[in-house]
């Protein structure tokens, strides 16, 4: 079983839609969850990271983690065309000395006008 | 310059050549990283570098040699690669011990020919 779970996509919403991305993870020792984004021909960014199950929210996207079910969503609302990229989950955990981030294969997102 | 910067852009290189990726990163992060982003794969760590020591080989082929002369800098050292090495090749760096992620360059596209 692959570690970190996500659904490629590609998948396409109108403007203004609600999205929502979704992760499962295998491993219950991973301790940070993260959220990517990477547009094409660019390196991944930070969008968002949390710890704790619940909630967390910063304008328009919203990470949710819930630790029993091993499962982690990033909803976007309102979406718009420059939200168009492909989003990476990624889990943070500690090992062999480090901190190292463990990805999803990444979803394609397309926002039509 | 900011950031994570690497060079060059994009390379096309025959599989008896020898070439170099460089990663620079202006952050005064402490841990530097070597990943593999392949076509609906999910990225896949391939070298870590924590105060300038490598920590982690994720039994990367003997084609593929990591050089960190110091904690600015990374190198990846190519030779005899093979087709299936075509990707893009990004490098991310981070504060080790810290929950906020990596920053990541925005890689270098290989094609092996």
């Known amino acids: 079983q692959k570690e970190v779970e996500q659904d490629p996509g590609p998948l396409s919403v109108p403007e203004g839609a609600i999205v929502s991305l979704n992760c499962t993870y295998s491993n219950s020792a991973f301790q940070y969850f993260m959220w990517y984004r990477q547009y094409s021909r660019k390196g991944p960014e930070l969008l968002m990271y949390?710890?704790?199950?619940g909630n967390k929210e910063d304008g328009r996207f919203t990470a949710q983690v819930d630790k029993s079910s091993k499962y982690i969503s990033l909803f976007i609302r309102d979406s718009q065309p420059s939200d168009s990229a492909t989003y990476l989950c990624a889990i943070l955990s500690s090992g062999a000395g480090s901190y190292q981030l463990t990805f999803g294969k990444g979803t394609k997102l397309s926002v039509i006008p | 310059e900011t950031g994570v910067t690497q060079t060059p852009r994009h390379l096309v290189m025959g599989m008896t050549n020898k070439k170099s990726l460089k990663c620079e990163q202006h952050?005064?992060?402490?841990?530097m990283y070597w990943y593999k982003q392949s076509a609906k794969k999910p990225l896949e760590l391939m070298f870590v570098y924590s105060l300038e020591e490598r920590v982690e080989n994720n039994s990367v082929p003997s084609r593929f040699s990591p050089e960190c002369p110091n904690s600015s800098h990374l190198f990846l050292h190519l030779h005899t690669l093979q087709p299936e090495d075509s990707a893009l090749y990004l490098c991310a760096s981070s504060q080790d011990g810290t929950s906020t992620g990596y920053t990541f360059g925005s890689g270098t596209r290989l094609t092996v020919v």
């Open positions: 952050l005064g992060h402490n841990a």
């Open positions: 949390t710890y704790s199950s």
